[in-house]
């Protein structure tokens, strides 16, 4: 069945994230000045490499079975998917707990191969009182495509955060507004907000003010960091000030 081949990707992609999930806890060090992270991140790509095309597999494999149906031992089936239910929807329950990108998508693959198990047992009752062996093709066919409408996004959103990408859970507009909304705020440059791991954002900006207004950093640089915090960014923010225009010009000026 297309979904033995599915199960060694499970087997291969948890074996990996489980890996780097443990490497991303390690703390920052000389090599690493950010920590460890991204790791976790790499660990999640891996796993949706396996599962899209481990995907695309079963539709492979499936699709000639469709055009040509096969006899199926639904009494083995029967009993391997009981099984299978029980130790996929543990292994989810565990992973629910989880706040990192990689463990959501592996608890995204335990709840799709839970709701796929259910499926097999389903298909191996009908079959104990009609010889519809298309029933097995079709099954495979509609987790694959399931798998895929689950799993691609996540991908994309992993990639994104890998590339710098903005946040998803921060509004990038806004927060400019209302930093540029400050009264000693003339205008700002560098700025940068940016996921370590899909969790902890982080910022860098810089701000241009008038002379007359320096002693007032301190004050300007605790209002950003609020509207920071308030817009998501929370853990990582570098404020720089300036009070010279050509230095400001020589970052990106956002919006311009």
């Known amino acids: 069945m297309s979904d033995a081949v599915h199960d060694l990707g499970d087997s291969i992609s948890i074996g990996f994230a489980w890996f780097f999930q443990g490497y991303s806890e390690k703390k920052q060090d000389e090599r690493f000045t950010f920590g460890y992270n991204r790791f976790s991140l790499l660990g999640a790509l891996i796993t949706g490499v396996v599962l899209i095309s481990g995907s695309f597999f079963m539709i492979y494999r499936s699709v000639p079975r469709l055009l040509d149906p096969q006899p199926v031992n639904y009494s083995g089936m029967f009993w391997l998917s009981l099984v299978a239910i029980a ?37 191996s009752i009908l079959m104990n009182f009609t010889e519809a062996y298309r029933l097995d093709p079709i099954l495979s066919i509609l987790i694959a495509l399931y798998i895929l409408y689950k799993t691609v996004p996540e991908f994309f959103s992993t990639m994104k955060i890998l ?19 400050i009264p000693a705020v003339k205008d700002l440059s560098h700025f940068h907000i940016w996921s370590l791991d899909g969790e902890e954002n982080a910022l860098i900006v810089t701000v241009l003010i008038d002379s007359s207004d320096i002693n007032k950093t301190r ?21 720089e000030i300036t009070t010279s225009k050509d230095e400001l010009e020589k970052g990106y000026a956002y919006g311009s």
Not at 102 to 123: A, Q
Not at 164 to 170: A, D, K, T
Not at 219 to 239: F, N, P, Q, R, Y
């Open 87 to 123: 130790l996929n929807g543990y292994a989810a329950w565990i992973l629910s707990k989880g706040t990192s990108k990689n463990e959501g998508m592996l608890n995204l693959h335990m709840l799709e191969d839970v709701l796929g198990w259910i499926g097999v047992l389903i298909v």
């Open 219 to 239: 004050e300007i640089k605790e209002e950003i960091a609020e509207l920071a915090h308030t817009s998501g960014v929370k853990d990582h923010i570098t404020i």
């Open 163 to 181: 590339l710098n990408g903005s946040p998803e859970n921060v509004n990038v507009e806004n927060l400019a507004n209302s930093i540029n909304n």
